[in-house]
């Protein structure tokens, strides 16, 4: 069984919108809604579970019967990003495998996903794409201290796939170390397990401030 984790319990400070951005529309269609259809028809996901605020919950629970949208379980998620998926983990049972994706990238793709499930039997992944620029590593003092070689920077997406044991035990020792990860896979890294970067896409982006609105509204037209 493969379940799939889809965050949307964050508060979308950055986008200054009146309402949380996952509701924000892509061409008539919430973010929220793009990002769970792809799930959703991907055959190789068996459950979804969304991880929302409960002031949001009234209003998801109507956008899924607008969309008609089934069996997708709904838990409360937490003070931070880490704290919601928590949250999921805790509620979901029989699954072997699990992939963690965040709402607000609606631009997943079915070969992705089917890459994180093909892959995640043999090692946990993460979805990145290589860095285009030069990346500068500064200190305190913005002095550049060195520069990486670009070949080896990729760029952390979702999805990014583990084996449920994994990913819990990865929290586990988060929460007792008091380790707050930027993601999942840093969690899994940390107890010293093999993670393998898997391609994602440059159109994979995550909607955060209002200019990404705009690319949004281009990535949209242009994969039709
Ligand atoms: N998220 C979540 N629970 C939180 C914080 C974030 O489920 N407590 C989710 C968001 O809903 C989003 C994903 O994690 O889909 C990535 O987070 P981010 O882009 O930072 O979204 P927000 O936290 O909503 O935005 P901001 O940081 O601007 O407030
Ligand atoms: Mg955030």
């Not at 509620?91 to 995640?120: K, M, Q, W």
């Not at 952390?156 to 988060?174: L, N």
């Not at 380790?179 to 982006?205: C, H, P, R, W």
Request: proline share 2%; glycine share 4%; charged share 30%.
């Amino acid at each position: 069984m493969i379940d799939a984790i889809i965050v949307a319990a964050g508060s979308g400070k950055r986008m200054k919108a009146k309402e949380n951005k996952q509701f924000l529309k892509i061409e008539d269609k919430p973010i929220i809604i793009w990002t769970l259809e792809k799930f959703y028809n991907n055959k190789n996901i068996d459950n979804i579970t969304v991880a929302i605020r409960k002031e949001d919950e009234k209003k998801m629970l109507s956008l899924f019967d607008e969309y008609n949208m089934k069996n997708i379980q709904l838990v409360y998620g937490g003070k931070e990003r880490q704290d919601s998926i928590e949250n999921c983990l805790d509620t979901i049972i029989h699954t072997d495998y699990v992939l963690i994706h965040d709402g607000a990238r609606p631009f997943v793709s079915d070969e992705i996903i089917n890459n994180c499930v093909n892959n995640c039997p043999k090692s946990s992944c993460c979805t990145g794409v290589l860095a285009k620029d030069t990346i500068k590593i500064v200190d305190k003092d913005k002095n550049i201290t060195s520069t990486p070689d670009r070949k080896s920077i990729w760029y952390a997406q979702t999805p990014q796939a583990f084996h449920i044991d994994i990913i819990r035990e990865a929290y586990k020792y988060a929460r007792e170390t008091n380790f707050i990860g930027t993601d999942d896979a840093s969690l899994v890294e940390n107890l010293g397990y093999k993670v393998q970067m898997i391609e994602g896409s440059y159109n994979n982006i995550k909607i955060t401030t209002r200019e990404d609105l705009a690319i949004a509204k281009y990535i949209a037209q242009s994969i039709k």
